[in-house]
């Protein structure tokens, strides 16, 4: 075993960041040209588009305004340029406050108040260049185990996922919590069927309760729409390959979570207040469910897939696992770690775990995932209706 | 050293089943670790890859054990190195 060190980025909130990006934010799909072409003239910024800003119902504001804030105050981040249009939903005066408040440099750009696009580029591409600058001067300091807060999320599984790619993350989840850090897994739908398992490793009633709920209130949102999640699970291509309920198939999901005790259930895009095994409220969409774990603090995220998903997020290092060899080998300019040695018989659970230790902590340290490499850029904000 | 490559899995020491990791043979011996130790079980029925076989006699109505978690009922007798599959084993009633 290597000698486990980390060396991060201290924010003035007290978390440490495991990259430097500085993040050219839209409040409003209005904005995502502009925040690329900011992103586009400076080096070392990077633009976060997503499809939404406006039109919202008044919780959804909160929710898109919390997510973006929290996005912006995630410790990889040293820096953020706001570009508002000026008559969207969201509150971009409120959100460039809020961002000020977590102690990080953070500018306003108003493309209305400017005249338009080029006017509003310059002045931003102007405020990127500075943070950008400022931000290269920061050194790594050493930190401990425990400021790491891990993303765990899973896309394109498939029968071996469960067998090999989720108990190895498991393995090297349960680690990190043992060492003090954290760890978010999400989409609440992939949880329905073993929702009870993580209720009952909850550390109080009132989590083990909160776990459960979050269940029922997906399921009763579904059922207005005339559906019902839990029908049909598994589906017939998961009974031919080998899954026989819903338990199962779930707890296979799940296992990317290791075995520690439940500390706390959030809802989407809340910072959590403990360290150790957290759950998140989100859907199984990809981009929703990353940008939750983005808005959470996770400066690394773990993603477990059978068939080899491309995706990747803005400012975290996404790191792909896969469950089986066959894909390690097509997909392979997507992948960084293959868990299918596990079925293999080329190593066990515990050592491929080990494995995929040393590696995310690599990865912290500076060494760049494919999705990172290959500039993959994922982001979406959960609202329940668009007005 | 040459290793056997395994032929199943055990993911949990309380498990009562282990999972095929590539196709197997009826009446085949496979060598799996429960834990630290090691179980030989003779299979009475060919089991596809990533399916089932029971290390245990499980009776009627007991629970089924994978992960270490409860992930069925039987549905009856299953005997050690038998297919366990839907045809035996079904959803456990929610205590949730």
């Known amino acids: 075993m290597s000698v486990r060190e980390l060396f991060g980025y201290l924010r003035s909130d007290g978390r440490i960041g495991f990259r430097n990006h500085i993040l050219v934010l839209p409040t409003v799909v209005c904005a995502n040209q502009v925040c690329q072409d900011i992103a586009h003239l400076v080096r070392g910024s990077v633009a976060l588009p997503y499809h939404g800003g406006c039109g919202l119902l008044p919780a959804d504001k909160e929710l898109v305004t919390r997510c973006l804030c929290h996005v912006a105050a995630n410790p990889n981040v040293a820096g953020v340029v706001v570009v508002s249009l000026g008559c969207e939903s969201v509150d971009a005066v409120e959100l460039t406050e809020g961002i000020a408040d977590f102690g990080k440099p953070v500018e306003l750009i108003q493309i209305e108040k400017l005249g338009g696009t080029l006017e509003a580029t310059c002045r931003g591409a102007r405020a990127a260049l500075r943070m950008v600058l400022e931000a290269s001067r920061l050194k790594r300091e050493k930190v401990g185990l425990d400021s790491l807060m891990l993303g765990l999320e899973c896309g394109g599984s498939d029968p071996a996922s469960g067998l090999t790619a989720n108990p190895v993350l498991g393995y090297a989840t349960d680690r990190i919590v043992e060492a003090g850090g954290g760890a978010i897994i999400t989409e609440t739908t992939e949880s329905i069927g073993a929702e009870h398992v993580l209720a009952r490793r909850a550390v109080s009633t009132r989590v083990g309760e909160k776990m459960l709920e979050i269940v029922r209130r997906y399921e009763e949102r579904v059922r207005q729409f005339g559906a019902d999640i839990r029908e049909g699970q598994p589906v017939p291509g998961n009974i031919e390959a080998g899954l026989t309920t819903a338990e199962e198939k779930s707890l296979g999901c799940v296992l990317k979570a290791g075995s520690s005790p439940l500390v706390e259930v959030v809802e989407f895009a809340v910072i959590p207040n403990q360290k150790g095994l957290v759950v998140m409220d989100t859907p199984g969409f990809d981009p929703i469910s990353m940008g939750g774990l983005l808005a959470g603090g996770c400066q690394v995220i773990c993603f477990t897939t059978g068939r080899g998903s491309p995706s990747g997020v803005p400012i975290a290092p996404v790191i792909k696992i896969s469950s089986n060899s066959e894909c390690f080998q097509i997909m392979n300019e997507h992948i960084d770690f293959n868990a299918g040695t596990v079925i293999d018989g080329e190593e066990k659970i515990e050592q491929a775990g080990e494995r995929l230790l040393d590696l995310i902590i690599e990865v912290a340290n500076g060494a760049a995932t494919k999705a990172e490499a290959l500039g993959h850029n994922l982001f979406g904000v959960w609202t329940h209706m668009q007005l | ?96």
């Open chain 2, 1 to 96: 050293m040459i290793r056997e490559r395994p032929k199943a899995i055990v993911l949990h020491s309380r498990d009562n089943v282990a999972t095929a990791i590539r196709d197997l043979e009826v009446g085949e011996l496979v060598e799996v670790k429960v834990g630290s130790q090691s179980v030989v079980v003779k299979l009475l029925d060919p089991i596809p890859f990533r399916h089932k076989f029971a290390l245990l006699d499980i009776p009627k109505g007991e629970e089924v054990y994978k992960y270490g978690e409860v992930i069925a009922t039987a549905l009856r007798d299953i005997k050690r190195g038998e297919h366990v599959h839907i045809h035996n084993i079904a959803s456990p009633q929610r205590s949730a």
